[in-house]
């Protein structure tokens, strides 16, 4: 069964870092297509960062030199970095994956995740 667990959202000042994880279990990571998307009240589920089966990565431009990306294999997890965060920022984190993907990243879009996690809520502070 597939699941997916995100940690390490929290309170923080802007201009402030935290680390985002997401336990994958069910499925191996590293065949996954997977992403972050973030959700505030009112507004739609946009994505963050995406990241295919090779690798390859896209952050949202707003975020493109703050955020990174990243699978540890060997973990089984993935991660998302913030870095430089804004009160922009601030919203419910949500980790998606799509098991034994072989989409590229350029055809890569939200329908194609069938698994979330439940989220993890990021507040940043003026």
């Known amino acids: 069964q597939v699941q997916l667990v995100e940690s390490g959202g929290g309170s923080v000042q802007a201009g402030g870092s935290l680390r985002l994880s997401c336990g994958a279990s069910g499925f191996i990571v590293d065949r996954a297509c997977m992403g972050w998307f973030r959700q505030t009240p009112g507004n739609e589920r946009e994505e963050v960062a995406a990241?295919?089966?090779?690798?390859?990565?896209r952050q949202l431009s707003s975020v493109s030199a703050r955020f990174t990306i990243s699978k540890d294999n060997a973990k089984n997890t993935l991660y998302l970095q913030m870095n430089s965060l804004k009160s922009e920022d601030t919203a419910t984190y949500y980790c998606a994956a799509k098991e034994i993907c072989y989409t590229p990243l350029s055809r890569l879009n939200v329908r194609v995740f069938d698994s979330w996690g439940r989220g993890t809520h990021v507040t940043v502070s003026p």
């Open positions: 990241i295919d089966f090779g690798g390859a990565a």
